[in-house]
């Protein structure tokens, strides 16, 4: 008898095949239920764990005490829960308050806030010594600005000198925003005008906003270095501080240090315009008239008044101010500084053109000192169609370092207001050995 089959226990080779396929599918379809049933148990606790963020974060959001225990009691690892809860009851109960704090550091030892938050109020307790770990600690974990500005301010409270210029230093070189309470609080411990190389303060933006405190603090005296460093850089940006720093020692009659900045911005070609030495025999020669973003200084300014027009004139070139007949009856359009030494006669020189104003109208040269005294004879009338050089002769008295030569127009008695316009080209000023024949009286 022949068999189609070989026999292995009474279970052939074929039936053994069916029998692990059949249990193979069971096992797997066993594996599968289970992953299901793990993908499913963990969508429902990350449904749960979100709901349950979800309704802490806007109990939190409240900022409420209640609303912030809320959140505590559901997520009671949330360090900014803390924090939050310690703003919210400082006043009331500042013990509680600090013990928040000390477990939100607990949680989150890179949280400087809370640890600043933390010395401040053991400082505040009475207890300064003791507040030292807590802020050198926030200095550790945060190489940021906050910490080494705290430090400084501690360390100034506690007259601790050396190391609040470390800290001082140190914040400086992490500035941003607003520098002017670094300055003012350095300036309450040392002010010489040198806090730039104290506080090795390397950016040109900082430097520039040193000088403006100073300025504004009205230490000209303290100005020089901050306002030197700036020139030896030569930006352009820096151009109308500088020129604000001008005016200013223009004002308190610093002729030198103004004329040093002028000088030094018009070498570098920083402003259209030539250095000035009131020692020379030729202050301003062939000077222009143009109109110029450089309305500071010893610069030529327009003045805005109503029914005077300023316009440029291309050939030659020059300055044209127009006259519409509605400007004041007294006014000056144009007027410029300029150094001189006393005691020392001068003739100011101009060409010009006019077109449409009368002789003895009323529109000439006046020459004064900076306290407001005419220093000239009578203006002399501008007007001429074919065009002319006027010749303004002058002294500058005793003590009078700067003039002001303004072209003015007063209205002469029996005449209407101008109406027309005067072109001007080719300013010069030079000291002559001619004295003028007669000195006019001071005029205020």
């Not at 010893?298 to 027009?309: E, K, N, P, Q, Y």
């Amino acid at each position: 008898m022949s068999y189609s089959r070989v026999t292995n226990g009474g279970v052939t080779a074929h039936e053994r095949a069916g029998i692990a396929r059949f249990t193979g599918e069971k096992n797997n379809s066993m594996v599968r239920s289970l992953v299901l049933a793990i993908a499913l148990a963990g969508l429902a606790a990350a449904s749960v764990w979100s709901i349950l963020v979800g309704w802490a974060d806007y109990s939190a959001r409240q900022l409420t005490v209640a609303g912030t225990e809320r959140a505590l009691a559901l997520t009671p690892w949330q360090a900014a829960y803390y924090v939050q809860l310690a703003a919210l009851i400082s006043d009331d109960d500042p013990r509680r308050a600090s013990e928040a704090l000390q477990r939100a550091v607990a949680l989150d030892p890179y949280d400087s806030v809370s640890w600043i938050e933390l010395g401040l109020r053991v400082e505040a307790d009475g207890h300064s010594a003791a507040a030292e770990p807590y802020f050198l600690r926030a200095a550790e974990v945060d190489k940021e600005y906050l910490p080494k500005w705290t430090l400084a301010n501690y360390y100034f409270r506690r007259d601790e000198e050396s190391k609040f210029w470390f800290w001082a230093k140190a914040a400086a070189q992490m500035l941003y925003g607003d520098p002017l309470p670094l300055f003012r609080l350095s300036g309450k411990v040392v002010e010489d005008g040198n806090l730039i190389d104290r506080l090795e303060i390397r950016r040109p933006d900082i430097q520039a906003a040193y000088l403006t405190y100073l300025l504004s603090q009205n230490r000209l005296d303290l100005i020089g270095p901050a306002t030197y460093r700036l020139l030896d850089q030569g930006r352009q940006s820096d151009v109308p501080l500088l020129l604000t720093a001008c005016d200013r020692l223009m004002d308190a009659k610093l002729v030198n240090e103004a004329l040093e900045v002028w000088n030094r911005l018009a070498k570098a070609r920083l402003i259209p315009y030539a250095p000035l030495d009131p020692g020379a025999e030729k202050i301003l020669t062939n000077d222009s008239f143009l109109p110029t973003p450089a309305v500071q200084g010893f610069a030529w300014r327009l003045s805005t008044v109503d029914g005077i027009s300023a316009s440029r004139e291309e050939t030659p070139s020059g300055l044209r101010l127009t006259f519409s007949g509605a400007q004041p009856e007294n006014c000056e359009p144009l007027f410029r500084i300029l150094p001189v030494r006393e005691n020392t006669a001068y003739e100011f020189t101009a060409l010009y053109r006019t077109a449409g104003i009368q002789p003895d109208t009323g529109l000439g040269w006046r020459v004064t000192d900076m306290a407001g005294g005419l220093i000239m004879g009578a203006p002399e009338s501008l007007a001429s169609e074919g065009g002319a050089q006027a010749k303004v002769r002058f002294i500058a008295p005793s003590g009078c370092h700067l003039v002001r030569i303004a072209l003015a127009y007063r209205r002469a008695l029996g005449t209407t207001r101008i109406e027309g316009s005067i072109v001007l080209r080719e300013a010069g000023l030079q000291r002559t050995a001619q004295f003028p024949e007669k000195l006019p009286g001071r005029v205020m």
